[in-house]
């Protein structure tokens, strides 16, 4: 197994294990870091630069998409992709309630209506055998979320969108790297927006975020709109936003894609080694279907009964945990107004109160690793 042995601490009852180790990655690139910045900054070419370009050239290549368009948050990704195919007031758009808050955001924000549909239980990603009953005339895009860093189900999701002419835009914002039946994940429903935010997979050092797309009528649209709706210096076409992405975050997102493969092959190992040493415990351990592959963004299991017995004591043995996502977005206070209730989407609610994250990113050791299956092992009293 390619596990770190650099990296880490003693062994003891002192082990710390928080959910990301951002100084951990820092170190590993830190002088490529500098002389990328710096660069930068010795030409103060900031805004709309060459780091920039070469930047979605390369994520373009990455995600085996003809375009790819750098904007400041992954949240923007999504809000500029729906501009892009006109979402508007009084619209409908389906996606999961069991995600980041920011997928339903980018639809409110434009006036739209989140229409929720639940989850499939194994992956956690929205059940495509649902979608179909909650179409309807206002119906006008589809938001799947590869939660976790897998994909959703895409094929019968292209297909229901097809035969009721609907727009896909994958929220990609976990999964950069992951691919769906041979298919990169972003590069099949009209759109992808991805997260650069600095806990994601592939984290700038601030805010970002990337739209790849096959259609270069999207492409030059998002392009404008990131820009102030202008086409041309002072002539504006749309009425757009200030969200590009700075040439600074470019330059480390350009250091860093050099390495995004083995950091994802390492996050690969550790759930692989998790699967292995944890089945036999009483948790539901993650499931991956046969035709996806993991960017295990998140490694998640599932407990039937005791969540936050069992979360305390990871907690109190040092392992940090924490529920991705405790509320899920029906249930929001800022969503009252749409008039969901409690049991409308069961499995996202259960989910909710059931699920729990281990630590995983490329920079564990080994030795953290184990303490991790130890302390679950001793819970169970196995
Ligand atoms: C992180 C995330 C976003 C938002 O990305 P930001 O870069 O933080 O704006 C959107 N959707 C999902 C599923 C996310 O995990």
Redesign the pocket.
Known sequence: MNLNTQVGQPKGSNMKISMIDLHGQYATIKSEIADAIMKVVDRQDFVLGKELEAMETEIARYCDTKYAVGVA??????LLSLRSIDIKPGDEVITTPF??F??AE?ISLLGAKPVFVDIDPRTYNIDPTLIEKKITKATKAIIP???YGQCADMDPILDIAKKHGLKVLE?N??AIGASYKGRRSGSMGDLG?I???P??NLGAYG???VIVTNDKTLADKVKILRNHGSHARYMHSEIGYNSRLDNLQAAVILVKMRYLDKWLDTRRNIAAYYNEQLKGLPITLPFTPEYNIHTW?LYVAKVNSGLNDLMKYLVENGIETRTYYPVPLHMQECYTCLGYKKGDLKQSEEAASTTFALPVYPELSKNEIDHVVKVLKQYFGK
């Not at 948050?73 to 999504?78: E, H, K, N, R, Y």
């Open positions: 948050s992954g949240t923007d990704a999504l995600t980041f920011a997928t980018a979320v590869h939660l929220d914002a976990q927006s997260s650069l935010y806990g994601k805010e970002g975020g963004h």
